[in-house]
Structure formats: structure tokens, C-alpha cells
């Protein structure tokens, strides 16, 4: 019998058994509606985990530490034109107090995030040196892996960020559809996002890609997203529904049901089954937080001190002074869902064992 032809139990028993399924199952099961199949996605997802991971769950610090940015993405309310939004940009020693705070209260990892900020994106790129100085205070402060999310970084740079031992590289692709990012990403180079990522893989930085539902893609396109996730064999894998903004060009896009959004997590578990997926605070909140787990995420992310004047992404300010985006309020949720936090050094030879079967130790 053909692949496409397989019904949803086959195609979910093949997954578990770690052989590779073909388009059309991806979108065969990226299509189902019917709760009892859903259901039997799930169930199958949150046992792939189980495989790979046992109950174990890791947990990521979140620090926006500049929101000034040079681009202007269709979809993002930091983009340059939003003239509505106010800006900051974390000081050094905002950013370490920040960091530390997170890391004394039990993360595993500290992701750094910023727009392309001119001030740093300077044509000689000096104003980098101040931000690898920053990374190796945080690490050396923290004593945690450092995940950073700044961009296209020159390749210069992004060659002293992995001298500096930075673990994770972050530079998402929102679609692998070129039609559809050059929409999204207007004046951005597609090559270019995805050449910084090659470099960086080949630098021995693990890689994280991010797509975005509820943009104007298909089903195809989300497909063919996953699958090229499982062929550059990323490290860990995301996906965020999308959040209309205000004073941006999309502020009038109609929000998608975030069903899709768990679908594709339990879908990229299966496909995915030995990477990190995470489940974002930053759509949905700790509200939200319960069903991606329970779609096979093994990752809480966007966890965000209060009172550090610090935003998410998606949601400029949703949980975060009111502390519920802190493991005071989280570790709740993952104990209700069966899971519990790893050990920081759980983590530690979770990414050692990825680096040497990638052949990316430093």
C-alpha cells in the first residue's frame, strides 16, 4: 500500500517507529479536524516525548533586551515604521540583574532577543563588541547555556559569537514559502536568513527555527517547513500563532483558532521526535501553556521576570507584571500535565550529546 494511503493509525505507528513519512502524511495529518483523531495525535506526540525525553522538561529565561529595529516585517509591532510603540534598550547591568534573577530561579537556558538595532548594526560593526561582552558577562554570571535571537548578524560577528561558546543561534525563517516571506519580511533577503543559519551550524551553534501560522500559507507550506526542518536537522523547532498588532500593516488580519498551532507541534514532534519544540508563553500565556505541552512541547519558553520593564513578542506585556510568567506559576501547569522540570545538568548533556552527534563540539 502507498504512503498516502496509510490511515491515521498506521501513519502514527510508523512515526513512534522513527522511519520518515512522506509529504502527503504530513499534510494528512496536518489537515485532521475530527477530535477523536486529534486526540490519537496527541496521545502519540506526548509518547514520542516520552521516548526521547521521559517526563523531563526544560525551561528558558526570556530577555527582550532591545526592541529598536531596523526592518520592517509586515507582522511584527517593533518593526522601524510603528512610531506608536515606545522603545528601550537594556543597559548591561539591567540585562545581568535580569539574568541572573532567571537563573537563580531554575531556568536552563537564557535566551538573549533583539530587533536589528541600529545602534548595533552600525556599517563598521563595532557596536557588536559591546554585545559579545554582554554575552560572556551573562554566561559567565548565570553559568547557563545563552541562546541569541539578533538577527542576520554579519558572518564576522557571528564567528565571534561562537568563539565567545555561545550555545544557540536563533534566526527564524516565519515561512519557507519565498513568495510568502517576501511579503512578511519586506526588503529581506530569504538566502540570506538561511545562509546566517548554515554558518552558524557549521560553527557548532545549535540552531532554532521558527515558522508562523495564521499569515496567509497553506498547509503545503507549512509541510514543506517541517520537512526542511527534518532535513537541516535544526535543533529545536517552533512554531507561534500569529497575533494581529496594532499600527502595523496586519493589524487587520483575521486571528486563527490555535488549534492549528497544536496540531503542528504534535506534528513536528513526530516528525522531530529527538528535538526540543517549545511550548510559548507569549501567544496565549500561562492560559495556553497546558495544551501545547499536552501536544508533545518539551520546552516552556518566553519565561519573563516582572518589574524589569521587559516585553515578549507576540504579546507586548500579556502575563508578565502580574509574575505569571514566572516558575512560580508555571512549575503548577507541568506538574498537572505529568511532566517536571530537568536538572540544569540534564539539559547540559542533552545539548553535549546533540553537538556530538552532529559533530558540532566545540
Not at 18 to 41: A, F, R, T
Not at 243 to 266: G, K
Request: proline letters at 4%; glycine letters at 6%.
Amino acid at each position: 500500500m502507498p504512503k498516502a494511503d496509510l490511515n491515521l493509525t498506521e501513519i502514527l505507528d510508523h512515526l513512534l517507529n522513527g522511519h520518515c513519512v512522506e509529504k502527503n502524511d504530513i499534510k494528512y495529518l496536518l489537515k485532521l479536524s475530527e477530535p477523536e483523531k486529534i486526540s490519537l495525535l496527541f496521545e502519540a506526540a506526548q509518547n514520542a516525548r516520552t521516548l526521547h525525553f521521559g517526563n523531563k522538561i526544560f525551561l528558558y529565561g526570556f530577555l527582550y533586551f532591545s526592541t529598536h529595529c531596523r526592518n520592517n516585517c509586515r507582522f511584527c509591532q517593533y518593526r522601524q515604521s510603528n512610531k506608536m510603540l515606545p522603545r528601550y534598550r537594556k543597559t548591561e547591568s539591567e540585562i545581568i540583574a535580569a539574568a541572573k534573577e532567571m537563573s537563580d530561579a531554575g531556568v536552563h537556558l537564557i535566551d538573549l532577543t533583539m530587533g536589528e538595532d541600529p545602534e548595533l548594526y552600525s556599517s563598521d560593526e563595532s557596536g557588536f563588541e559591546q554585545f559579545i561582552s554582554m554575552i560572556k558577562t551573562v554566561q559567565n554570571e548565570t553559568k547557563l547555556p545563552v541562546m541569541i535571537s539578533p538577527g542576520t548578524l554579519p558572518d564576522k560577528v557571528l564567528m565571534e559569537v561562537a568563539d565567545a561558546g555561545v550555545t544557540w543561534y536563533a534566526c527564524y525563517q516565519e515561512t519557507h514559502n519565498k513568495i510568502l516571506f517576501k511579503d512578511l519580511r519586506q526588503g529581506q533577503g530569504f538566502k540570506k536568513r538561511l545562509a546566517k543559519k548554515q554558518l552558524a551550524k557549521n560553527l557548532g551553534m545549535l540552531i532554532e527555527e521558527g515558522i508562523l501560522t495564521g499569515v496567509g500559507e497553506t498547509m503545503d507550506d507549512i509541510a514543506d517547513s517541517i520537512i526542511w526542518m527534518r532535513d537541516f536537522c535544526v535543533d529545536q523547532a517552533r512554531i507561534m500563532t500569529f497575533v494581529p498588532q496594532t499600527d502595523t500593516p496586519m493589524a487587520n488580519t483575521m486571528s486563527q483558532n490555535n488549534l492549528i498551532e497544536l496540531i503542528i507541534i504534535a506534528v513536528m514532534r513526530l516528525v522531530l521526535p529527538d528535538r526540543l519544540i517549545p511550548a510559548s508563553l507569549d501567544v496565549d500565556g500561562l492560559n495556553g501553556l497546558k495544551a501545547r505541552l499536552d501536544a508533545g512541547a518539551n520546552v516552556v519558553t518566553s519565561i519573563v521576570p516582572p518589574q524589569k520593564g521587559l516585553a515578549g513578542v507576540a504579546n507586548h506585556s500579556l502575563d508578565i507584571e502580574d509574575s505569571r510568567r514566572t516558575l512560580d506559576h508555571i512549575l503548577p501547569i507541568v506538574k498537572t500535565c505529568g511532566l517536571e522540570p530537568a536538572m540544569v545538568e540534564d539539559y547540559l548533556a542533552w545539548i553535549t550529546g546533540r553537538q556530538k552527534a552532529a559533530g558540532r563540539s566545540f
